[in-house]
């Protein structure tokens, strides 16, 4: 069986896509009868073959994977015909593992590409993938099925033209939510562009940092939250681990906490929550992954709001379709404490992206 790990990508969680990977394919090259191809995607999204051997040294001691960029290593896409360099050769592949976070990775547009090529890959597939980045919209979609969300408003930078306009939304904001309340851009990740704004005059410069990510922002009760996560792995019968907890540093768990301030963030796991708490918010994961048809892996986001005078309240935040996948990650983390090493993980999740491409081919999408 041969894998094809792609890597790097255009997102701004190109830098932790290559730690990833490296994580990735040392667990890869020590499962039996697997091969792996190394496709690297430079920042401006071209896709380069890369030297096995050189990535996996880089891997083994440990040094997150490089790309190699050159004309002769350029990779292309085939219609209904796979991969192959450009120079002609088909690279023979099984499976794709797309460990590529943020936008043209996570966000269905690769995956939609993957479909056309006929290859099976790992993970969500098109809506999935593209409701899982779209914030909003897995909100509405939850929200339908009865799942709890922060209350928020979205607006859409055409709305605020003008100061009538800008009174007005900051009204409607008072009016619904209260300050202090978090903007952020619709579809980013990583806390690029979010802000806590603590009253009326923040609005218009934080929804100012949100515009020049995405043109459509959601502004957000802010709540004191605990941020509690889950791990969850399936198809049609998915299963959620107990979950974890991160627990930032700073104000919140913003770009810095993420991934420059070592001590940005403590990760607990398992989360120190009653096994009531831990109970419902499995279950609200797992709803949470039906309801946005996601596959094979996702690591849910809830907020954990603790009232003194009543029971804990429980908050879809987020779904992450491609999440963190460092050996140190979240998610795997949560996944091995529930029993399931690294690397029979991986393999599980090989095993759910073939299963689901075989479950597609055998349904007659032609029939009339
Ligand atoms: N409504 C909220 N109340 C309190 N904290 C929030 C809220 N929304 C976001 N945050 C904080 O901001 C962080 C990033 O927000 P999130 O929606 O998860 O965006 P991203 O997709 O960039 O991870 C969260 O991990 C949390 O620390
Ligand atoms: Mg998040």
Redesign the pocket.
Known sequence: MTIALLYGGRSTEHEVSLSSAAGVLKALVALPDTEVELIGLDRDGVWYHQTFDRQLDRARSDRALEIETGDERRVVVLPAAGLALRGGRALSVDCVLPILHGSYGEDGTLQGLLEMAGLPYVGSGVVGSAVGMD?MRAKQLWQDQGLPV?PYVHVQSWEIGDESARDHLDGVIHDRLGYPV?V?PNA?????G?TRVESSEGLFPALMRAFAIDRVALV????P?R?IETAVLGNDDPIAFPPGEVI?SHQ??DYDAKYEDPEGARLEIPAAISPAVADDVRDLAVAAFRAIDAAGFARV?C?VVERPDGPAELYL??INTIPGFTPISMYPKMVEAGGISYQDLLKRLIELGIERYRDRENRDFRAR
């Open positions: 914030k922060v978090f952020k980013a990740g990583s806390s690029v979010i957000e009760q802010a709540l939250v941020e930032p919140f768990y986001d907020f935040n987020e």
